[in-house]
């Protein structure tokens, strides 16, 4: 099996590498792509220097099996012929083609079946905020289906790439060295801030980020009728994202129902001792695979459960969901 990475030296082609170093998928041969900003540069992998090729119109993967992109949705349009066109499956990172019809639209531990109907030889990761609220979701889901979530998240720097890392660190040198803070990749200063927009805002006056939780859970998820509010919000914090929502189900479901499915599900890990101040953090979570879930209580204002939840994005919200996509489909093909 051969494997490329789209995006190689960028956070989330980063993270991608440290888990196929990990062993995660085995393959004979793994190829690296970027921009022609990066191409020419080695990357470490197992003792030895991948180059990094430049991705163009010419590029030929003839004999890669899957290739994981993460360049962003232009690069994900212009390039998905290219990358397609001999076989080879694309798992895309970026928000380009997650609603297309004959796109799947898969996190392995809900809809994986979903992967392996892929017409055009692409499947979307959801956006990293949507895979972890859906994660938490499902349980409960198969409990009683869920109608209603209310969510506020609380996002990471890295959501936005790796230069936005750089953003916040040098944000906060510069404040500390009594300069005038530098902002590009945020639309304001982030250090010692938060700021209650990702993404550009749409119609309706939800930013785009939370219409993709709309939209998106609905298709993981096989439900039209769930319907999710969202406020998106960027939060000084280097990595994971956290979120606080509230669930209303058709029939009420107890805290301690919701408690028991959170511990038998996959890719979940409840943490959650209030005398013990046991609850998910992101300092704690940050480079860790599973969806944390805490502070799991009934909703005073509803007839719901309100809960919280802390997931590494760069690792469930994009990298590792990308590879257990693959991982997904080699063992549904093995066992077809
Ligand atoms: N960060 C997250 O938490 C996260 C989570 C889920 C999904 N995503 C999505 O994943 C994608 C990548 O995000 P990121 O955070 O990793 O961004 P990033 O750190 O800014 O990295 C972007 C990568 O894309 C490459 N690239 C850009 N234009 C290219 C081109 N024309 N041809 C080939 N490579 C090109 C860059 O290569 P050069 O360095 O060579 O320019 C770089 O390696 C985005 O679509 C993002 O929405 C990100």
């Known amino acids: ?15 991608i590498l440290s888990i196929l170093e990990g062993g995660a998928l085995p393959f004979d041969n793994l190829r690296l792509f970027g921009s022609a900003r990066s191409a020419g540069s080695k990357m470490p992998f197992r003792g ?9 119109h010419d590029s030929d993967f003839s004999g890669v099996d899957f290739a994981l992109v993460s360049a962003g949705g232009s690069t994900s349009i212009e390039y998905a012929d290219v990358i397609t066109r001999h076989g080879t499956v694309m798992i895309d990172n970026s928000s380009a083609f997650r609603m297309d019809a004959d796109v799947p639209l898969v996190v392995p531990e809900i ?28 349980p409960i889901n198969r409990i009683s289906p869920v109608k209603r979530v209310h969510v506020a998240t609380y996002q990471a720097a890295s959501g936005a790439g790796a230069l936005a890392m750089d953003e916040l660190i040098q944000q906060h040198a510069d404040l500390v060295a009594g300069r005038e803070p530098h902002v590009e990749k945020f639309a304001y200063q982030l250090a010692y801030n938060v700021i209650p927009h990702i993404d550009v805002f749409t119609d309706n006056d939800y930013t785009k980020e939370e219409m993709k939780m709309y939209h998106e859970t609905k298709k993981i998820m096989h439900s039209s009728s769930i319907e999710v509010s969202a406020t998106c919000v960027r939060v000084p914090v280097m990595r994971a994202h956290s979120e606080a929502i509230w669930v209303e189900t ?13 511990m038998k599900a996959p890719g979940v890990v409840l943490m959650d001792d209030p005398a013990a101040k046991a609850y998910p953090m992101p300092l704690d979570i940050a480079g860790k695979d599973p969806v944390y879930v805490g502070r799991v209580r009934r909703d005073l204002a509803g007839s719901g459960l309100a809960f919280w939840t802390v997931s590494d994005q760069l690792r469930k919200g994009a990298a590792l969901n990308a590879v257990q996509i693959v991982q997904c489909i080699i063992k549904k093909r093995h066992s077809a």
């Not at 051969?2 to 980063?14: L, P, Y």
């Not at 994986?112 to 979701?137: H, W």
């Open 1 to 15: 099996m051969n494997i490329a990475i789209v995006g190689a030296g960028g956070a989330v082609g980063r993270e």
């Open 250 to 262: 058709e029939r009420p479901v107890s805290v301690e129902e919701a408690r028991e499915a959170f």
């Open 111 to 138: 809809n994986g079946e979903d992967a392996l109907k892929a017409p055009r030889n692409i499947i979307a990761n959801p956006n990293c905020t949507t895979i972890q609220m859906v994660v938490a979701l499902s």
């Open 48 to 56: 030895q220097e991948i180059e990094i090729e430049q991705l163009t």
